[in-house]
């Protein structure tokens, strides 16, 4: 088994861990096999983490936890917007530099939850912000109906649920087919001016 101090055993664990996820996915990887290639005794991973879970929440809480953020502060932008009578200043609060900063920064934590979680808390990722992303819309569309920004009327909470989840797939494909920054810059330019137009021809904006 190599030696070193403990930062470099801890590089090794992380280096082997990424790639054995993303190779093998959660639910694949063995901890011994991922350790044999850190080389280093199970006994000496359990002095950086607790579990094989531990690790993967490693790569990825952070990028959860960033995301999550951005849709709490999100919403009272949203209800600023609509009470400024500024609706279409919506669609500008997450718009496509702001998401694709976040992915870019992100990508390998993204690609382990998109590919890679199953069996992991974090297996319904996406589905949690599709459902988030759900919630802050209609919120916010009703509250512009009220003020009689909209003359139209809404979609069903079933709908607008089936459009965030056909938006949110179709953002993070730029990571299932592991684009690179220049391509994802223009698809995800292209996806939200796509999605926004349409949502401005539903509401008659």
Partial sequence: ?????????????????MKMFLDNGFERTNLRDLCAQAGITTGSFYRHFESKEDIFSFFVQPAVDEIRKDFADAEPACREAVEAGDIRRLWMIMDADRLLDYIYRNFEALKLLL???DGTKYSDFLNDLVCMETDISLRSLKLAKERGLIIAELPSEQEMHMICHAYVSSVFEAVLHDLSRDKMENYIHTIVKFFTAGAYQVLGL
Avoid: N, V, W
């Fill in 1 to 17: 088994m190599a030696h070193g101090t403990y930062d470099d055993t801890h590089q090794r664990i992380l280096e082997s861990g």
């Fill in 115 to 117: 590919k890679c979680s």
